[in-house]
């Protein structure tokens, strides 16, 4: 298994290589856990998706905590066939047969059921690809089944669904909407949007 | 048949709004071939693949033109079971059966082949995903070759493709990974990030 995030922050200011640089330290309690590398683009990742999306959720408040207007972007995989197996990467929720999706569902919702806050209101947008299988639309309903339930559903859109909440339960509803729907050792795919302090609230 | 988009566009600058409300006239000559519906974090296009990605080349290049760094990402999307048959999203391309994939290679590299540039250099990353067939990855890698080929290769990173050239050479190098690999009626998509005028070129 190999899994991680191209992860992008835009902070919509002048200084936006200052909010960049200084919310950068957030990442330092996760560094021995992941490898990262950085071009003009993006930020690669890697590691296992619980220590992923902490990191994710951390880079994005601290940028968002000085309250300009931030997105933050990630391309999230894991499984992909073409990447190679990492024992750095390996979590149990990647191992075994699929459970029963209802019990997927409960699961779920359990983890994402006593968050503690992070102080930061965020609303997110995200797609959940799961590759490589026929039905692929039985999983991603069976999300989307999960997220209505998981406090922090906002609405169904075309191409993705929309969330909007405390920037912690948002980034931990992604996370078991990552690891919990498709394959275990499936290749499963996420494109995240996350923003705060936008101007134009809708 | 459904086909669009939903857009994003990140100016890293306190005028973000300026820059947004100035390069949105940049869509006028596709609105009525659009239909495009907005919140506050993202834009939904609809229609047919080349419509929204010379929408989505023109957009990215108005903004781009006021030297800021400005980022434009797009969650792509054809023939998603879950959205209804939309005449206004037909196209030829997107009809019949799926030809051999050297044939495609060749259809996406003619049509790459004498674009008109734009003017305007980017950077640009992108993922393809063809959802619901087995063997989803025998039409990623006759991507890749496409794109190794289509004169913006950059490199191959983890999860995604970079490209790297004019603006409309490199849209157009995107469009054609969308229209001619997986199947014509087929659940496709792509996360594509492309970058102007960044500080940190490498």
Known sequence: MFSGAQISLYPMTDDFVGVIVNALSALDPYRERLRIETDDISTLIVGTPDIVFAAMRDLFVAAAKTGKHCVLHATISRGCPGE???????????????????????????????????????????????????????????????????????????????????????????????????????????????????????
Do not use: W
């Open 84 to 202: 190679p197996d990492d024992p750095m990467c390996h979590v149990p929720e990647m191992t075994g047969p699929l459970a029963p999706i209802e019990e997927r569902k409960a699961q779920a919702l359990a983890a994402v059921g006593s968050i503690p806050v992070a102080g930061q209101p965020s609303a997110a947008q995200f797609s959940l690809y799961t590759l490589g299988i026929d039905q692929h639309m039985d999983e991603i309903y069976g999300c989307i089944d999960f997220l209505k339930n998981s406090g922090v559903f906002d609405r169904s859109k075309n191409f993705c669904t929309k969330l909007r909440g405390d920037a912690a339960p948002v980034f931990a509803t992604v996370h078991e909407a990552f690891v919990r729907f498709g394959p275990p050792q499936g290749h499963v795919t996420i494109d995240l949007t996350v923003s705060a302090n936008s101007p134009s609230k809708i």
